[in-house]
């Protein structure tokens, strides 16, 4: 071989697509070259000429041309085709007498003969140079100009021409039925038309024959509509099932073929046919349903059902002849398949053997006596008679089960009771679930399913499946075979042929069914496995679109004379109809001769069918209606295949590495090559002279191929053959062909190993008497079968890319077209895939186990197991032969690199190419090392587990788990063991495992760390490793230091191993890290520690302990999620207990602190209680809120307030919702306990001592009226001792008082009446509230607390400010990245506070405006967000001041301390400003003010409440710089109590304020008696001219000062008393500006003359509640404020509103 290369190297003169030329077979014929001046790239044949596409997309015809009027002559040289100048072909194509072209943008030219419109272009007989021709999708929607196609690929025939589209579907034009166009009415059609039949199918490639017409289609997936199947068909009424009786088995065979060859599909069940003309052919291409090749698909669907409904008395244009048919009581039968549509024909079979259409017919179909008469017209052909004599159910064929009710039936009463009686014994289920695989059965992988196996005993059924997987023969072998027991591919090939005569089609029916098999078919069957991937590349989901498809239908369509459609007969067929029994063969490529088909496998193989007059079809088997097998000999593997007039060109792999060429058919004798074609009479005559002549039997080999090159097409046409080929320039083309070949051999022996040893065995998991699942058990079986899968799809996958090889030397030959460089990762995981499972099934001992079903089947001598395995010992154990049998395909890697790296060599170094093919082999090579060292590590384990004792293999023998190193020569000691105990260390590639005599414990490696002992610490000079595990440290002592270094490397390299995932270690060696590392994320199950013991924790690990994120599951059903420290709970974390009394679920959120609850929390309880506040040691302590109650949203009761230790105990407020009562004191040990105040909703007020959760002991209780008792209590609203009673009048009663407050009262007193002369001061008794509750500073302390504990400081207020800053810092940055894990949490501005609160304000150094302003706004942002220890606390006061005077708590009588408690907060909170601020002065201190520059710019820069009118120095105060922060989230609730409290004088003052406004503005100034001079005179008018006045009449009503009035009223939209003062103070300067335009002279107010002008705009305001308004700006003032101009001004506006209470109206 070497030599040979050589010498074709030598001569060659670095040349591609070189053309050669031939004509017959002869050893003495040399081909003559074409000498082009660029490479051809594609040729094309007609009958007498041909086509060629060179380089550069230039288009060349030679030999006869008739149709151009130029050439009279044959012309010598290939003539340029000039109109297709400027024009780039991609694509040709040559029929009889016409040729055609594609161009680059999808473009159709034709040129040639047009007789019969094959040339696509109306009106014209002859086309003499290429035109364009258009074709128009009139299925657009959009409106004219139409859409034009753009087309792929042509083919032309004799008289018609078919073009792929690029939408993969097919368009026809020319004459005759092979067009496929049943609407077309006359021929020829003379512009293209769709072939509607094939319509939304994915055809691959289309060929033509003289008189038919083939199509490559990819099979469709899931989603097909499915039907029930039929037991009539739908056009001729007649059985589609027949039964025969054989002495051991009934032939039930579905050999009905309906002459149209169109079968009936449906729709809905209707078929809607689009109306043609009326005398035409109506009809309607519905969606043919294809065998499915999904795994989801569960029912059969007929694989070519198509429609074609017949309109009475339709002639066809197919076949002008109208013989006469049978008679008409008789009817037709040809070999058919199963009709689709579930049937509205309600068939029946009378008795006398004529089919009548039952009454009530509505259907769509011709009556039979319709389609008797139309095939008497169509066809010469004597039809078969059947007489049907057997009692037909009449059933209903929308039922699933009436096919099989009638079909069952009718075998009853033809074979008599034996078969009855088996029907009997099955259930009509059963039968179904037999016929046709159930839901639940894995369609498409046939095995395990009954009956789907190859070579199997006599009389063993076959079973062609619902929707068998391609390349799966499942052919029954007959006796005579069964007893070749043949090793040869070819002889078995040679079989499958022969079998497929009788292979069913769907859905699957039996064949040859023995009752016997019947009744084992019962038994449990084996779970099915696809041996072949289902769906397009399933399995590789990402090769779906890269690879070429395998699963392939033919469809074939035209004149069926010789037999050319391979439907088994000689009739024509309109539509196109797909050759089920090429159906699951894999073809992917086909070729149409002048009378006979060829179609070529992925295996190789060459399927030939239709005319044989010259033993073109390369076999000389008959009948050749069928697709059989070409004859060659073993180990000739074909890739290209063309059919000419009658003779066929294959193209093949032979033993060397140049292709070699196969010819068969007819032999052309000199001279004969160029005489004119016969006239149609001597044709006859011609064959019988050719049948005499010379022609070969079976394929003959070209001598002369080797001197061609290396060949990369082969075309034939006429008589004539012509081949590209390639001379070997650098050697690349060489390799590239080495490639391909080495490609598709390895797929034969992928298949062989497939059909020959994996299906074999697993079918005898169904027909073996010694069920295979009983050999193998389950484990051992599943692992079985997933091997079997992975094979199926490695094979698959193969077969996939030796097609995708073999395209590329077909068109390509280039680097760029290897998917094997840019999809690597395909073929990688597919190969790590199935090296693992056969990993798996070798080390749990399945070659072993597999031996005695082995031995059953192939018997003593495997010779087909030797050959396979490629061994050369004769006597090897079978487990050791399927070992290496199975890791074969392994091998292939090794050649992957090879052949790459070959092609590299080919390129410069610098290159791209030769780069892109250097990684490739290197990554090649790389997966093939690291699965070679996998292989050794599954030997190393199978070997181990020999050796190793019984009762621990059974639980520690895992598929996936591989032994790394064990300690059985005592190189590793447990240290300080007993003298004789016995400890056994096994690293697994998963775990570490301590075996003692009986027992063992596995060590996880996820969680494992070891740490070698410094041998300067062993005292002794040991060699240590210390390992530690969660539950358990110990320490391994090694026998030397060598040990001690290959234990810890082994270990450590297994654990980095487990960690990184099993199998995602890189492949190029593992142990390139030095240790794995000491923080690592791992599962693990506690089996020790008591408060863990079989818990299961998941997450982050230190050192042997869970630290980090995690989550710990308990088994009664508890589980924590959230951070670790040091193994306990500790952080953020969320908890969840099963509470089994209630059957629902505790459920804590918060903070955890060494296992315990610590911090803040929520805990909701399985009860309906919620508690939200502080923990410490899994207590409730600390500041903290409980609901109580069934349902949240109603809490019948909610406390909040101090808990010790788990109990309410210090300061609290409980809201009582049922009784309608709020109490608010103190607690101790969960009772009410010391002072308190407790309020009702009817208006109750109780200041007083409690005592054991009673009030009792001195109280003052005060009701709605005023009505008050100040006394003694003993119990809950029960007076007794001694006591005052105040009416609300003055009366009052002293004495004794006993019984409840409001149930009447017994008293022992005496009554007093106040004198009537008395002063009121005496009068009133009145009792002075808030001295019996508790103090403003006692209350809330522990929200205080907690907010110092968080600055770090405890006790409170004692501390380090420089830690206050780095624990506010970190608890920012923590919260922060807290909430980045769920940002939905953070809104853009909050984000933006928290960052602009990282920067840490100036906390030192005196204090001057500007950083006052600093702080300032710092704690306006801190108190912004709860993240900040200040937002928290602020957060925790606004919520318990709420709680406490909201709803119940709304009571005017607690308005004193509502206030006080505001004052305490402020006071408490400075306290805190002062110690992060220690430079701030004290309440009341003075910051000096700097020069008038330094104050406009602080102005300017301030933000929040506007500054206090300027003074010399500000004055530090609490109010000033905390209230506009606290107040305004305050205010509702205060309000609310100033207006209850001032509603009896707002009523008045509101009373007055109405009736005063009903006078003109004019009337009231005069009435408040302002001076005439400060009246407005004129007024601005609101839309008028600028600068337009108005004048003021005396009706005038609410204009003057109206800008002073709107400024004041601005007084209820602020919060702070220094904000009202300011709203004041405008009001002022706006009066004041009013005044001002009246007076000429300098101008100063006097009190005499401002107050009634000020009460004017008060009453003109119209404040509601101003009484409200001027208490709260007299109790929060700032006391600094009180004497200077705000203060004056306030007394002015507290002066106006008791002068309007009191205003005497006249």
């Known amino acids: ?879 050791d032969l399927l070992a290496a049998l199975f890791h074969l395909p392994v091998r292939h890697l090794h050649e992957y690199g090879r052949l790459l790296l070959k092609l590299a060599t080919c390129f410069e170094v610098s290159s791209s190419d030769y780069q892109r093919l250097q990684d490739g082999c290197s990554k090649f090579e790389a997966l093939d090392l690291h699965l070679k060292r996998k292989r050794k590590e599954a030997d190393y384990t199978c070997h181990f587990w020999k050796s190793f004792p019984g009762k621990m293999t059974d639980s520690l023998r895992k598929p996936h788990r591989r032994l790394i190193c064990e300690s059985s020569n005592k190189a590793l000691t447990l240290q300080n063991a007993g003298r004789f105990s016995v400890n056994w260390f096994i690293l697994f590639n998963d775990a570490l495992v301590h075996a003692q005599f009986s027992t063992h414990h596995i060590f996880p490696l996820a969680t494992l760390w070891v740490e070698p002992i410094p041998e300067e610490n062993t005292a002794t000079g040991l060699y240590g490793l210390k390992v530690i595990s969660p539950e358990e440290t110990f320490t391994l002592l090694a026998c030397s230091p060598m040990e001690k270094a290959k234990w810890l490397r082994s270990i450590n390299q297994a654990v980095e191993q487990a960690l990184s995932g099993a199998g995602q270690e890189s492949a190029t060696g593992a142990g390139t890290k030095a240790e794995p590392p000491m923080s690592r994320t791992a599962s693990y199950t506690f089996y020790k520690d008591s408060r863990l013991k079989e818990a299961v924790y998941e997450g982050r690990w230190l050192a042997g302990k869970p630290n980090g994120r995690g989550v710990l599951k308990w088994p009664d059903g508890r589980i924590y999620t959230g951070t670790f420290k040091n193994g306990l709970e500790d952080g953020f974390g969320e908890y969840i207990a099963p509470n089994k009394a209630l059957n629902k679920n505790d459920h804590y959120q918060g903070f955890w602190k060494e296992g315990k609850k610590d911090g803040l929390g929520t805990y909701s309880y399985a009860s309906g209680e919620v508690y939200e506040g502080s923990f410490q040691d899994n207590m409730r302590h600390g500041h903290g809120m409980l609901r109580s109650g069934k349902l949240n949203t109603s809490s019948p009761s909610v406390f909040i307030g101090h808990w010790l230790h788990d109990k309410k105990t210090g300061y609290g407020v409980l809201d009582d919702i049922t009784k309608g009562e709020k109490y608010m004191g103190m607690w101790q040990d969960h009772q009410r306990q010391g002072t308190a105040v407790v309020v009702t909703q009817f208006g109750l007020y109780y200041e007083g001592f409690f005592k054991d959760n009673k009030m009792m002991g001195t109280g003052v209780l005060v009701s709605e009226d005023d009505t008050t008792y100040e006394g003694e209590f003993s119990e809950d609203w029960t007076l007794n001792g001694k006591g005052v009673l105040t009416m609300a009048n003055g009366d ?100 933006r506070i928290l960052e602009s609160l990282e920067f840490i304000p100036q906390h030192s150094g005196p204090i001057t405006m500007e950083r006052y302003h600093v702080i300032r706004c710092y704690l306006l942002k801190a108190c912004d967000t709860p993240l900040h220890p200040l937002g928290r606390l602020l957060e925790n006061l606004v919520g318990v001041y709420r709680m406490t005077y909201v709803g119940v708590g709304a009571n005017r009588r607690l308005l004193l301390q509502a206030v006080n408690e505001i004052k305490s907060y402020l006071s408490r909170i400075f306290h805190i400003v002062r110690f992060l601020f220690p430079d701030l002065p004290e309440e009341g201190g003075v910051i000096p003010e700097p020069s008038t520059e330094g104050q406009e710019k602080s102005k300017a820069g301030s933000t929040g409440a506007p500054l206090e009118s300027p003074k010399p120095g500000r004055v530090v105060s609490s109010c000033a710089l905390l209230l506009p922060v606290l107040l305004p989230r305050l205010y509702p609730p205060l309000f609310t109590l100033y207006a209850l409290d001032k509603e009896k004088e707002d009523d008045m003052y509101w009373d007055c304020v109405l009736r005063l406004n009903k006078q003109s503005d004019m009337a009231l100034l005069a009435f408040l008696g302002v001076q005439q001079k400060f009246w407005p005179v004129s007024i601005p008018v609101s839309m008028a001219v600028l600068g337009e006045k108005q004048q003021v009449l005396s009706s005038t009503k609410d204009a003057c000062f109206a800008s002073a009035v709107e400024t004041l009223q601005q007084i209820s939209t602020t919060f702070t008393p220094s904000d009202k003062l300011q709203v004041i103070q405008q009001t002022f300067e706006e009066i004041t500006q009013e005044v001002l335009k009246l007076q000429t002279e300098n101008f100063l107010w006097s009190m005499d003359d401002l107050f009634p002008v000020f009460l004017y705009v008060v009453l003109r305001a119209r404040i509601r509640n101003l009484g409200s308004e001027v208490s709260l700006i007299e109790d929060l003032m700032d006391p600094c404020v009180q004497h200077g101009e705000h203060g004056i001004m306030f007394t002015t506006l507290k002066a106006c509103y008791y002068q309007i209470q009191h205003e005497k109206i006249t």
């Open 1 to 879: 071989m070497e030599s040979q290369r050589k010498s074709s190297e030598e001569d060659s003169s670095g040349e591609r697509g070189l053309l050669y030329s031939w004509r017959g077979y002869s050893y003495s014929l040399t081909p003559e070259r074409l000498l082009l001046s660029r490479p051809v790239l594609q040729a094309a044949l007609g009958t007498r000429h041909g086509v060629l596409l060179v380089e550069g997309g230039q288009v060349y015809s030679f030999g006869q041309l008739p149709w151009k009027q130029s050439q009279a002559h044959e012309p010598t040289t290939p003539v340029l085709e000039s109109a297709l100048s400027g024009q780039r072909v991609v694509a040709i194509a040559a029929g009889d007498l016409h040729s055609g072209a594609v161009t680059e943008d999808g473009g159709v030219h034709m040129w040639g003969d047009n007789s019969s419109g094959q040339c696509g272009l109306a009106g014209l007989s002859t086309v003499p140079n290429p035109t364009p021709v258009a074709l128009l999708d009139s299925d657009t929607t959009c409106a004219p100009p139409l859409n034009t196609v753009p087309v792929l690929e042509l083919a032309c025939g004799g008289r018609h021409t078919l073009a792929l589209s690029a939408q993969h579907e097919v368009w026809a034009w020319g004459s005759g039925c092979q067009l496929g166009l049943v609407a077309a009415s006359s021929f020829p059609v003379g512009r293209p038309q769709k072939v509607e039949h094939l319509a939304g199918r994915y055809v691959l490639q289309v060929s033509c024959g003289a008189s038919h017409s083939l199509a490559l289609v990819r099979c469709t997936g899931a989603g097909e509509p499915l039907h029930p199947p039929q037991d009539k068909c739908g056009q001729c009424h007649q059985l589609l099932y027949t039964m025969t009786d054989k002495e051991d088995h009934v032939i039930i065979s579905d050999n009905h073929y309906c002459p149209l060859g169109v079968e009936i599909a449906s729709g809905d069940g209707k078929l809607q046919a689009p109306a043609a003309s009326a005398q035409g052919l109506r009809s309607s291409p519905s969606e043919p349903i294809l065998s499915s090749h999904t795994s989801t698909s569960s029912t059969p669907a007929a694989p070519t059902a198509s429609s074609s409904t017949l309109a009475h008395g339709t002639e066809l244009a197919c076949d002008n002849s109208r013989p006469q048919g049978p008679e008409k009581g008789e009817s037709a039968m040809a070999n058919g398949e199963l009709p689709e549509h579930p049937a509205q024909v309600d068939c029946a079979q009378s008795a006398d053997g004529a089919a009548a259409s039952a009454p009530g017919k509505n259907s769509p179909y011709p009556d039979e006596q319709a389609v008797n008469d139309y095939l008497r017209k169509l066809s010469d052909h004597t039809l078969m008679e059947q007489t049907a004599k057997s009692h037909s159910l009449q059933a209903a064929a929308t039922t699933t089960t009436s096919a099989l009710n009638s079909l069952v039936t009718s075998c009853a009463s033809a074979v008599g009771e034996r078969v009855a009686s088996t029907y009997e014994a099955l259930s009509l289920k059963k039968m179904m679930n037999f016929y046709l695989p159930s839901t639940g059965a894995v369609p498409g992988g046939g095995l395990g399913m009954p009956g789907w196996a190859d070579g199997l005993s006599p009389g063993a059924l076959s079973l062609s499946g619902a929707v068998p997987g391609p390349g799966e023969e499942r052919v029954l072998l007959e006796d005579s075979m069964q007893a070749k027991k043949s090793s040869s591919t070819g002889d078995i090939r040679e079989e499958e042929a022969e079998g497929l005569r009788r292979r069913l089609s769907l859905p699957g029916l039996l064949s040859q069914v023995s009752p016997r098999l019947l009744r084992k078919a019962i038994r449990p069957r084996v779970r099915a496995v696809a041996l072949t991937p289902l769906g397009a590349a399933e399995g590789l989901p990402q090769g779906q679109e890269v690879l070429p498809s395998l699963q392939t239908e033919v469809w074939s369509w035209g004149q069926g004379e010789d037999g050319q459609l391979g439907h088994g007969d000689n009739l024509p067929r309109l539509q196109p109809l797909c050759i089920k029994s090429l159906s699951n063969k894999e073809v992917v490529r086909v070729s149409a001769g002048a009378h006979h088909s060829l179609a070529l496998t992925a295996q190789s193989q060459v399927f030939s069918w239709g005319s044989n007059s010259s033993g073109q079809l390369g076999h000389m088997e008959s009948p050749s209606t069928i697709p059989r097998l070409a004859k060659l000999s073993e180990g000739i593997r074909v890739w290209d295949i063309a059919a000419g007039d009658k003779h066929t060109l294959l193209l093949a792999d032979g033993d060397c590495m140049q292709p070699i060429l196969y010819y068969s058919g007819q032999q052309v004798k000199e001279g004969e090559a160029r005489e004119q074609p016969p006239d149609p009479q001597e044709r006859d005559e011609e064959e019988e002279e050719e049948q005499a002549g010379s022609y070969t039997q079976q394929p003959v080999l070209l001598p002369f191929c080797m001197n061609l090159g290396y060949v990369s097409g082969v075309f034939a046409g006429g008589q004539r053959c012509v081949v590209l080929s390639d001379r070997n320039v650098m050697g690349f083309i060489a390799s590239l062909h080495e490639l391909a070949s080495s490609e598709r051999k390895f797929y034969c022996k992928l298949c062989s190993i497939k059909m020959h040893i994996l299906r074999p065995l697993l079918d005898l998991g169904v027909f073996s008497a010694e069920n295979l699942s009983v050999a193998l058990g389950p484990t051992l079986l599943g692992l079985l079968q997933t091997l079997a899968s992975r094979l199926g799809l490695l094979c698959h996958l193969t077969g996939q890319h030796s097609a995708s090889l073999t395209a590329n030397l077909r068109r390509g030959r280039d680097v760029k077209g290897l998917l094997m460089l840019d999809h690597a990762s395909i073929f990688m995981d597919a190969y790590h895939e199935y090296c693992n499972a056969v990993g798996n099934f070798q080390v749990m001992g399945g070659f072993h186990t597999l031996t005695k079903p082995s031995l059953d089947f192939f018997g003593k001598s495997p010779e087909l197991l030797l050959k396979l395995a490629e061994s050369s010992e004769e006597c090897a154990p079978i487990a």
């Open 1292 to 1391: 009052y009663l002293e004495g004794s008082f006993s019984g409840e407050w409001g149930s009447g009262l017994k008293v022992a007193g005496s009554y007093h009446k106040p004198n009537l002369y008395d002063t009121d001061k005496d009068k009133t008794r009145t009792v002075k509230l808030g001295r019996l509750c508790v103090r403003a500073e006692d209350k809330w302390q522990a929200v205080f607390e907690e907010c110092w504990s968080q600055l770090g400081c405890e006790p409170s207020g004692q501390g380090d400010q420089r830690r206050a800053w780095d624990n506010i810092a970190v608890a920012l940055t923590t919260s922060r990245r807290h909430i980045q894990d769920s940002p939905e949490l953070l809104s853009r501005s909050h984000s």
